[in-house]
Structures are given as structure tokens and as C-alpha cells.
């Protein structure tokens, strides 16, 4: 449970980097070319770290993904904001001793027969903005046995792993522990990339 001074921070660190966004025209380029524009980038309040608070100086020039719930940001994720491999560093960044939470859980309060798992932060923004409701884990490994909870009263769980070894591994785990249906995602692809070449109706048709 976090404290009021933890959330107070939170908020606050949101705040700063989603105002430092809008004066970073690379970062905003990145997440135009992930399909996130504008409108997205404020409902799922992105940032980047430009003037990092205390404690976050290692995530400068980072993009900020804050877990976000009714009662306001609960954590933030770090990602790397360059179009490349990520060699040499890691792709995502988490804070240190922060706990496991789901993203997107806003979209449980969505009125919807089901609901879809991914594994990562932006392609459950994706398949959401494609107007499918979707929570996000950052791997297997962060999995909690209360989410299967927060999902069990969807009459249908959709299992998003991406088109390669871990997701097939991501939807078996979640056919096992919280009764998906795995999606058959074609080879090599996510559901960001589907949704930059084919649209929502792209993302829309695999469940279909």
C-alpha cells in the first residue's frame, strides 16, 4: 500500500514528464511512429524524463509509462525511446523495489464480455485504442495470483503473446492460470505491430 507522500510523488513525477513531452519533439516522433499520437500519449499520460525528480536521474531521456488507477499513478515504467535494438542496455527500466502491478487496469471498469492480456505496456495501449479492452504485464515472471481475480468476472480472457517462442509461452501460461484463449499471432509480430499495418480491424479480426 502505497503512502499519501508516495502518491503525492507519483503524481507529481507524471505530471513533470508528461509536460516535459510536449517540448520533446523526438520523443513525440517515437510514439507517432508506434501509432501513439497526442490524443494517446495524454489518456495514457506518457512522458519523458527531460528534468528527472529525485531518485530518476538514470531514466533521462527515457519515456515514462505510468501505471495508472482510478485513485491516480501507482508506479512508472521506463523505456528506451530509441528506434533500435536496445543493445548494450535494457529496454525497459523499472524502479527499484516497486511492486507488481497490472497496467491499464482502468480498462476493468469497461463494459465488455471480455477482456485481453499482453505482455507489455504498449501493445495493451494499442489494443485498447483499437477499442478491445486490455490489461498488461511487463512477463510471466511479474504475475500475481490476484490477477487472475481482477479478470475473472470477463466471460472471456484473450491471451495476446506476441508471435514468437515467449509469447507462445506468455498464452500457455495464461490458458493455464487464468483460463485464456490464446490468440494465434501471426510470426514475428506484436499487436502494435498489426495495428501500424492493417488498423484496429487488423487487431480486431484475431478475435473475430
Not at 81 to 97: M, N, Q
Not at 101 to 119: G, H, M, R
Not at 122 to 133: E, V
Request: net charge negative; aromatic share 8%.
Amino acid at each position: 500500500m502505497l503512502s499519501t507522500e508516495q502518491r503525492r510523488f507519483f503524481e507529481q513525477a507524471v505530471t513533470q514528464y508528461q509536460n516535459d513531452l510536449a517540448a520533446d519533439t523526438g520523443a513525440q516522433e517515437y510514439l507517432a511512429s508506434r501509432g501513439l499520437g497526442p490524443e494517446a500519449a495524454g489518456q495514457f499520460r506518457l512522458g519523458v524524463v527531460t528534468s528527472p525528480l529525485a531518485g530518476h536521474e538514470r531514466y533521462a531521456g527515457r519515456l515514462a509509462i505510468p501505471y495508472v488507477t482510478p485513485a491516480g499513478p501507482v508506479n512508472i515504467r521506463f523505456r528506451c525511446a530509441e528506434a533500435h535494438a536496445c543493445e548494450g542496455h535494457a529496454k525497459y527500466l523499472s524502479l527499484p523495489d516497486a511492486a507488481s502491478n497490472l497496467y491499464n487496469v482502468l480498462d476493468l471498469k469497461k463494459v465488455s464480455p471480455f477482456i485481453c492480456v499482453t505482455e507489455g505496456e504498449i501493445d495493451a495501449m494499442t489494443l485498447s485504442l483499437a477499442g478491445l479492452p486490455a490489461v498488461g504485464i511487463p512477463g510471466v515472471s511479474t504475475w500475481q495470483q490476484h490477477y487472475a481475480r481482477c479478470l475473472e468476472d470477463f466471460d472471456v480472457i484473450y491471451a495476446f503473446g506476441d508471435g514468437d517462442d515467449a509469447g507462445g509461452k506468455l498464452n500457455s501460461f495464461l490458458a493455464r492460470e487464468a483460463r485464456a484463449r490464446p490468440i494465434s499471432m501471426p510470426k514475428g509480430m506484436d499487436c502494435n505491430d498489426i495495428y501500424r499495418e492493417h488498423g484496429a480491424a487488423g487487431l480486431r479480426a484475431l478475435i473475430d
